[in-house]
């Protein structure tokens, strides 16, 4: 946890991580993910999915792609329910890898599918290196993309990841402190509900 010193100390504990129903979502931006090995991202989730196989509970990690492809393949075949069903059979789902990988609109439903099979049912982890009003563009899809965050996101706990990149640490004197620091993503808010927009009670103020 030192080399990400601003990396909350409430961080998920694999007990939460792998209540039922509950989703963990790691996000950072992408210069900030990698090191030479592996992701921040992905060591935490994979630390999170060994402590909760130690407790007992079962867990099943993929990148995104493999579980999507799994799921075209099934659904070509005419099996796409006993897959997810396979899916849903882990206490802890670890998907990994959102956003490096485009994923085409039909094959996001399927992901969707998925999601909300295991919605308050089973555990989940993900990591994402794009900020959610990117998943969109992730998924090819900004309806699926809502309606993914609208499941993802209740009962959830983000963990936004940050501190100077790792590949820029290498050549720190090279680099300007601002690019060493600096997010080259803003925190993205989520992407915007439809429905009435909300009252302007500036004008109550003023008439008051």
Not at 19 to 27: A, E, L, M, N, Y
Not at 144 to 172: F, K, N, P, W
Request: hydrophobic share 40%; with cysteine.
């Amino acid at each position: 946890m030192t080399a990400k010193p601003s990396l909350p100390s409430g961080s998920p504990s694999p007990s939460r991580s792998a209540t039922p129903g509950g989703s963990t979502v790691w996000r950072a931006p992408p210069d900030r993910r990698k090191t030479a090995w592996q992701s921040v991202g992905d060591h935490l989730a994979i630390a999170l999915g060994v402590e909760a196989v130690r407790t007992g509970r079962s867990v099943y990690f993929s990148p995104l792609a493999d579980i999507v492809a799994s799921l075209v393949r099934a659904e070509r075949e005419g099996s796409l329910r006993e897959r997810i069903r396979f899916l849903c059979r882990a206490s802890l789902l670890i998907v990994d890898e959102i956003g490096y990988l485009p994923v085409g609109a039909g094959a996001g439903n399927l992901f969707f599918q998925l999601v909300n099979a295991r919605y308050e049912r089973g555990a989940m982890i993900l990591t994402s290196n794009r900020g959610f009003a990117e998943w969109g563009e992730v998924f090819g899809d900004q309806v699926v993309a809502t309606a993914l965050l609208d499941r993802l996101l209740h009962h959830a706990i983000v963990v936004q990841i940050e501190g100077a990149s790792y590949r820029l640490r290498q050549h720190a004197d090279l680099v300007p402190e601002a690019m060493r620091t600096r997010s080259i993503h803003p925190v993205a808010q989520l992407p915007p509900r439809r429905g009435r927009p909300p009252k302007d009670r500036s004008s109550d103020h003023r008439s008051g």
